[in-house]
């Protein structure tokens, strides 16, 4: 897999080890057909001549050769220099180069071969010896069997790499509209940047600035649009003549073409419909954007749940005061029972020494007024516990009365309208009664 990836996107060292190769074979090629030559040259003067044809393609050769390891070198400099940061258009440059390097070495290897097949021709033609011709012959046959099987390679390559670019054009053509997309939001990005950063404006002066192109957009689209509806009216004219003309002859097209127009008409009121129901939509959403935020419902349920409980603990409350009060108020039962039962059991004892003593008399006196004072004690105490409830009640009376807001300003202003009146009045009463009396 390693190696088929290799082989389908191959870096540029390995195309260059490529191009090495292949123009390394064919200095080769021109050696060992020099070595043949010189070899067949004893004492044949007339291939001699051969000879020297076979000395100038070497030299045609090896020309060739450093041609084209100068073109290589001028296209690596200009694919140094071109290289983009988008990997899949620098890979198809390279590509590219290495294709033209490739096509012009083909170009040289077809001249060279010209030249090998003339110097062939000229060598089988020549006189010579057995022995000679025969392995001159082989090398020659040797060297053209390499230098087709290198044009084969040759070929085959670079038809694999066009396949393949035939390919890359779709990702290229992505890769620039991303490239494309990405330079926009780089662009808005920069400008939010400035309108942050600046602070020589305010933020309501960017808005009012954003706010400016937004309605100059929406003005020109509401112009365009507006063109574009007469262009249309135009255009569906022209085709409902076309239609009308075409369709004159058939009654059944004449059909099809009214049921097609039913059909239009139907769908514009559709269509209309839903631009009235999308603008309704847009100003009920505007509205409410417009409109204060109201608390929402959850708020609500929680004050609600709040309440309900402090009026639950309210009422525990207020449940143990009124058992703590009954408690209070049959311990007051209580008491006053016991205390009356000792008093009429004390008065009756002191009652029978008073009737044999004088001084129990006095003592008789005194626990009465003892008593007595006692139940006028408990008679205020009832009635100051009644006076301070009284209290309570009138200040916060006084003190609702006194939230409330009254403005003294109007007060005045009314009563003195109201005296003025009763002046007139009282003057317009004052002339009525001589005139009753005449």
């Known amino acids: 897999m390693c190696c088929l990836q290799q082989f389908l996107y191959p870096s ?75 990997p899949i ?54 060297n053209n069997r390499q230098v087709s099987t290198s044009k084969h390679e040759v070929s085959s390559y670079i038809q694999k790499i066009c396949e393949d670019e035939e390919s890359r054009p779709l990702e290229v053509v992505s890769a620039n509209s991303e490239l494309e997309h990405l330079q926009i939001e ?30 100059s957009r929406k ?65 009920l959403s505007t509205d409410l954007k417009k409109q204060p935020k109201q608390v929402s419902r959850r708020s609500y349920i929680n004050r609600v749940k709040e309440i309900t409980k402090n009026s639950r603990k309210q009422d525990a409350d207020i449940d143990r005061i009124l058992k703590e009060t009954r408690e209070l108020q049959l311990e007051s039962n209580n008491i006053r029972e016991r205390l009356h039962r000792t008093y009429a059991v004390v008065d009756e004892l002191v009652l029978r020494e008073a009737k044999k003593d004088a001084v129990g008399k006095q003592v008789h006196t005194i626990l009465t007024s003892i008593h007595e004072s006692f139940g006028e004690i408990s008679n205020k105490i009832l009635s100051t516990d009644r006076l301070r409830r009284e209290i309570s009640e ?15 300003n109007n007060l005045q202003s009314d009563l003195d309208v109201i005296k003025r009146e009763n002046s007139y009045l009282e003057q317009h009463l004052c002339h009525k009664k001589p005139i009753d009396q005449e």
Not at 186 to 208: G, M, S, T
Request: with cysteine; proline share 2%.
């Open 89 to 142: 258009i620098s890979r198809l440059s390279n590509s590219c180069l290495v294709r033209e390097s490739m096509s012009e070495a083909a170009m040289d290897d077809k001249t060279n071969s010209g030249k090998w097949e003339i110097s062939n021709d000229s060598l089988v033609d020549a006189p010579e010896g057995p022995s000679g011709a025969s392995g001159s012959e082989a090398v020659v046959q040797g």
């Open 12 to 86: 540029e060292e390995d195309l260059y080890k490529l191009i090495r190769f292949l123009v390394e074979r064919l200095p080769e090629a021109s050696d060992g057909k020099s070595k043949v030559l010189e070899d067949g040259d004893y004492g044949r003067k007339e291939l001699r001549a051969d000879t020297s044809q076979s000395d100038k393609v070497d030299t045609g050769a090896v020309f060739t050769h450093q041609m084209v390891e100068n073109k290589f070198a001028d296209l690596n400099i200009m694919a140094e220099e071109t290289k983009s940061s988008d």
């Open 394 to 408: 009138h200040e916060k009376k006084i003190a609702a009365s006194a939230s409330r807001s009254l403005n003294f």
């Open 219 to 283: 003005l020109n689209l509401l112009a365009m649009k507006s063109k574009w509806d007469a262009e249309r009216e135009l255009l569906e004219k022209k085709r409902r003549s076309l239609q009308e003309s075409l369709c004159a002859s058939n009654p059944e097209a004449q059909e099809k073409l009214q049921k097609l127009r039913e059909f239009e008409l139907e769908k514009e009121l559709i269509e209309s419909e839903i631009r009235r129901q999308e603008e309704e939509n847009s100003k």
């Open 186 to 215: 780089l662009e808005r990005l920069k400008e939010v940047a400035e309108i942050v950063f600046d602070d020589n404006h305010l933020i309501e002066f960017h808005l009012q600035q954003l706010e400016e192109q937004i309605n």
